[in-house]
């Protein structure tokens, strides 16, 4: 077996003769040497052996294999001054059954693709010998013998069990009970002949368990229609640890004719790896594919994205306007949704066929975040768009806060690790970048931006993947692709975590879309609503301690710890909340409204009074400068509810919203029925009420106290006494009256 790998440059001297019948399309000239962009396996006539090309994974990026061996010295691993150990000399041969079946797989996956050259490889046979066989030939030579010698088996079969129906009489007198029918005995139990022990049937039980591990092992199709109890599990082990060879040669000596001899040939063969068996040689034996990047990022979409998700997103997402083409797009799960809640986002990969250890280049690094803008682009014209009547699932601007959600975004490339040979190990690992995750950002502590864009790379075992695709059981790679798209998610929630600081909060009467507005220069880029409960907004702050800067991190501390004493006027804010999880936040408040709103602080003198501003639906507040009177403000103007209180009790009213009026004292006694007759003002502002007051004994309930409002208020026990200050009209704002509520107002008691 010659091995030679992809994109090496090798001395023309050395490969001449080793590259015989290659056409020159597969060749690349590098400064006098030569270099290969083929990966697969094809057969040199001139040799009379077989020829691997593996991927340039296998090196690093000093050009070593396994981090020592110049690829040089591995051209010929049959020589015996080879200095591969025995464990690497079985990786390779078993490697490129792995590579040859996955190419395989991706030939009949993609049958248009014009990257694969194929010509039907080895059979079992008479001519011209091998040097070599691989162990590639010897599965495909096994494989190959179950098509061409149906006849064979069939007659063996028939042959086997030709008396095994026969009755042994004697035995069936002797032993069974008869029962007489019509005066003749009938035997329910007759006893059949039976053979000692038959050797061809052992043959061929050995040779369809061969072909079942060959199935189950690395995904060849194989056709196995007899009946026989095949050999398997740890029994299987056994033989491949050397009993299979040891019951061969026990066997060997039952067979005659030259099918099953050859059979058995093929089967020793595989236990033991040997080269005396006579495979055909067909001097155009060949599966090779150019630029094996190709059959990568086909493997990797294969196992992580979604042929369902390609068939439901528009295609323009992955084969974007500006020319550029994304490699995997799938929709999944959120970075922030908690268990039980699935609305999702996108996520956006690339594959990186690169040798072990390669760097990102930058036009990679820049392409990726610009896959990621073009997609945000994309869905936002379609929601501008009043034309599209069906809407993306995935809306990524939120209207609400006028944030952005966070697109995964990510590089994965094919790895292995030194002097580890192992394909099972199925984990991706994070692999550092110059961060990672790369955040490329406009505007310093905005996560919820449009130009905030992620970028990570993962390294995925290499190994693995190829024999998971190769093995192309939909079971086990659906497995795999719901534990990796867990596994990045999971990743890129642990980073954000180091990075951000996050924080639910839910209003406590505020309208948040109302609150955001008023408060957009704070809050934009910071605020974001990810949870089915729409009410609640989750507040992202960068973690200062990312900050290498000591003063640019104390100003950073300063700022948040402002920002967050502002909001928790307004909103409830949960501390400490890992992303993810359910929010622990208190039920809605009952009345919702704008942090502006405010309300009318108004007193009544008597029960009287109170009587008539219920029944009328009316409120006088005195103007001008005599005691009492009312400071016109905007926050008066514009108030929406009233607080009356007085001796009688306090209630809670809603206000029509169309402002006051500026009456007389003889239009609000003739033309409103004013209770008293000699009011205290010439002019006076009457607002109109609106809808139902409430009890005071309602408001008692959930803890109101009017002095814990007047103390919210800065007005202390002497300023109340001084000039009556507690009889003037006041404004509040909304948040400021709930923050006085030991426990939330309900719809149905306001109603």
Known sequence: MKLLL??????????????????????????????????????????????????????????????????????????????????????????????????????????????????????????MRRRSNTLLDILLSLIQFNKDHQDFITFILKNIHSGFNKINWTRTINRSQAIIQDNSPIYLNPV??????????????????????????????????VGFPLIKGAQFASYMAGRGRIRLRQIKYKYYSDLALELWDLCYAFFDNAEKIHITADLKEYLLVKNFYIVF?????DLIGSSVDKAALPKELTEQKDGKLVDHLYTYKGLMQPEGEETQTYYIGDSKYYRIGGH?????????????????????????????????????????????????????????????????????????????????????????????????????????????????KQSEKAVWKDEVRREFRKNIQDVLATQYQFYPMRSKGVVPEDYVQTHFKQLIGKVFTPFDDKEILTLALQNPNTIADATKRTAMEAEHAQLLAMLEKDFTIQDNYTLGQQPQLPP?????????????????????????????????????????????????????????????GVSLCQLDGKGPRIITKADLISNHEYPSQNPNAEYYLLFNIKGKGIRKQILEEHGFDMNALWKKLGIDTAIKQQNNFTLRPHTITFPELLDCLKTPITKEELE
């Open 360 to 472: 990102l280049g930058e036009e990679s690094i820049y392409k990726q975040y610009t896959y990621a803008r073009n997609i945000i682009q994309y869905n936002i014209d379609l929601w501008l768009n009043d034309s599209v009547t069906e809407k993306p699932e995935i809306k990524v601007r939120d209207e609400q806060t006028e944030g952005y959600n966070i697109l995964p975004n990510f590089f994965i490339s094919a790895a292995m690790e030194k002097d580890d040979f192992s394909y099972s190990h199925r984990e991706i690992k994070l692999t550092p970048m110059k961060e990672n995750p790369t955040v490329q950002y406009q505007f310093e502590d905005r996560l919820f931006d449009r130009d905030t864009l992620l970028l990570s790379r993962y390294n995925v075992n290499f190994l693995f993947v190829i024999a998971l695709y190769a093995r192309n």
């Open 297 to 301: 990022e086909a493997i990797i979409d």
């Open 192 to 225: 059949n002949k039976k053979r000692q022990v038959n050797f061809d049937e052992e043959l061929l039980i050995i040779y369809y368990s061969i072909l079942n591990y060959i199935s189950e092992a690395y995904g060849f199709q194989v056709k196995i229609n």
């Open 6 to 127: 992809e994109e090496y440059k090798y001395p023309v001297e050395l490969v001449r003769e080793v590259l015989h019948g290659v056409g020159s399309d597969a060749l690349q000239d590098i400064e006098g040497d030569v270099s290969l962009s083929y990966v697969g396996y094809f057969y040199n006539p001139q040799l009379r052996d077989c020829v691997f090309i593996l991927p340039k994974v296998l090196m690093d990026e000093s050009g070593k294999v396994f981090g020592k061996y110049d690829p040089k010295a591995l051209i010929d691993l049959d020589k015996k001054e080879n200095a591969l150990t025995q464990e690497e000399r079985k990786f390779i041969y078993e490697f490129a059954v792995w590579i040859h079946r996955a190419i395989s797989v991706f030939q009949q996956s993609h049958k248009q693709s014009d990257i694969i050259y194929h010509r039907q490889i080895s059979q079992v046979g008479h001519g």
């Open 588 to 648: 809605r408040a009952a009345i919702q409204c704008s942090s502006v709103d405010t309300i009318l602080i108004g007193y009544y003198k008597n029960d009287q009074h109170k009587k008539w501003i219920l029944e009328k639906r009316l409120y006088n507040a005195r103007l001008g400068d005599a005691k009492g009177s009312v400071d016109v403000t905007p926050q008066l103007l514009s108030a929406k509810y009233i607080l009356l209180h007085g001796k009688e």
